[in-house]
Antibody, heavy 123, light 108 residues
Framework: QLQLQESGPGLVKPSETLSLTCTVSGGSISSSSYYWGWIRQPPGKGLEWIGSIYYSGSTYYNPSLKSRVTISVDTSRNHFSLKLSSVTAADAAVYYC???????????????WGKGTTVTVSS | EIVLTQSPGTLSLSPGERATLSCRASQSVSSNYLAWYQQKSGQAPRLLIYGTSNRATGIPDRFSGSGSGTDFTLTISRLEPEDFAVYYCQQYGTSPLTFGPGTKVDIK
């Protein structure tokens, strides 16, 4: 059964870079032909798609965050990562990694989700 | 980007009652690529419906979706205690992928 697990620092200082990793188990990133995505949810608020990456490294980003976001993939470790630069309090959120419900679609519904990891932005 | 609006913001109902949740898009959703998720406190969203009306694996048939174009509906025919949660719609027909602000279904 496919499982996704987010990991990374729970506290990031303002103006610094947030770095998270999503480790995939029960399946291979490189042989699956899926895009792999990041979604976030500020406290008490709704969901925001950050971006998605293919095993080949092809990426799609939300234009609202594109200037600060980098998503990368490491197929040898079967994980993909998120970097968000110049963070502010507005970037505090639960960050989820997720997989779309169909191969080869960067923009799709998400049918497998990690449990999420909480990131606080504070000095 | 396509903006999704959900109504009502909160729906207060009793177990056994019917719930009707609305999702309206700022422009037509391509191919009716509209999904619904359920989220309980402290948990990740759970996919309920995709493609407007297709139930995801393991979702009970009391959940149904309908609509087209800019107006979509999620119906829960008879609320069970475990159905009290927040529900989000999401469109995936046009990039960027966007979500509605959610409807909270709570116990009356």
């Amino acid at each position: 059964q496919l499982q996704l697990q987010e990991s990374g620092p729970g506290l990031v200082k303002p103006s610094e870079t947030l770095s998270l990793t999503c480790t995939v188990s029960g399946g291979s990133i490189s042989s699956s032909s899926y895009y792999w995505g990041w979604i976030r949810q500020p406290p008490g608020k709704g969901l925001e798609w950050i971006g998605s990456i293919y095993y080949s490294g092809s990426t799609y980003y939300n234009p609202s965050l594109k200037s600060r976001v980098t998503i990368s993939v490491d197929t040898s470790r079967n994980h993909f990562s998120l970097k968000l630069s110049s963070v502010t309090a507005a970037d505090a959120a639960v960050y989820y990694c997720a997989r779309p419900g169909a191969r080869d679609y960067p923009i799709y519904y998400m049918d497998v989700w990690g449990k999420g990891t909480t990131v606080t932005v504070s000095s | 980007e396509i903006v999704l609006t959900q109504s009502p913001g909160t729906l207060s109902l009793s177990p056994g009652e019917r719930a009707t949740l609305s999702c309206r898009a700022s422009q037509s959703v391509s191919s009716n690529y509209l999904a619904w998720y359920q989220q309980k406190s402290g948990q990740a969203p759970r996919l309920l419906i995709y493609g407007t009306s297709n139930r995801a694996t393991g979702i009970p048939d009391r959940f149904s979706g309908s609509g087209s174009g800019t107006d979509f509906t999620l119906t829960i025919s008879r609320l069970e205690p475990e159905d009290f949660a927040v529900y989000y719609c999401q469109q995936y027909g046009t990039s960027p992928l966007t979500f509605g602000p959610g409807t909270k279904v709570d116990i009356k």
